[in-house]
């Protein structure tokens, strides 16, 4: 099982940015896809960003123009770069992926976004 540890949350204030860190601790040249998402109080955990080991990417309509996700792996990490943070950003947002069939995700790391 891949485990994985998100940094890099914080408090910002609204048009802020924040740059996300998700390290593994197995190689993730062969990993099909790494994603994050978020989970706000009293929501569902919602799929921010999707990144293949191609490199494409996929994009939630409510962060597409702001957020950047990418991986390095060489680094064995991903990353979610946030710009133009809006409060309804706030949430929890976890790293996520899945090797063998079987789900792994991070502890998450909290982003707080102030009006």
């Known amino acids: 099982q891949v485990q994985l540890v998100e940094s890099g949350g914080g408090l910002v204030q609204a048009g802020g940015s924040l740059r996300l860190s998700c390290a593994a601790s197995?190689?993730?040249?062969?990993?099909?896809?790494m994603d994050w998402y978020r989970q706000a109080p009293g929501k569902q955990r919602e799929l921010v960003a999707r990144?293949?080991?191609?490199?494409?990417?996929n994009y939630a309509d409510s962060v597409k123009g702001r957020f950047t996700i990418s991986r390095d792996n060489a680094k064995k990490s991903a990353f979610l770069q946030m710009n133009s943070l809006k409060p309804e950003d706030t949430g929890v947002y976890y790293c996520?992926?899945?090797?063998?069939?079987?789900?792994?995700w991070g502890q998450g790391t909290q982003v707080t976004v102030s009006s």
């Open positions: 996520h992926t899945v090797v063998g069939g079987f789900d792994s």
């Open positions: 990144i293949s080991n191609s490199g494409s990417t």
């Open positions: 197995v190689s993730i040249f062969s990993i099909r896809a």
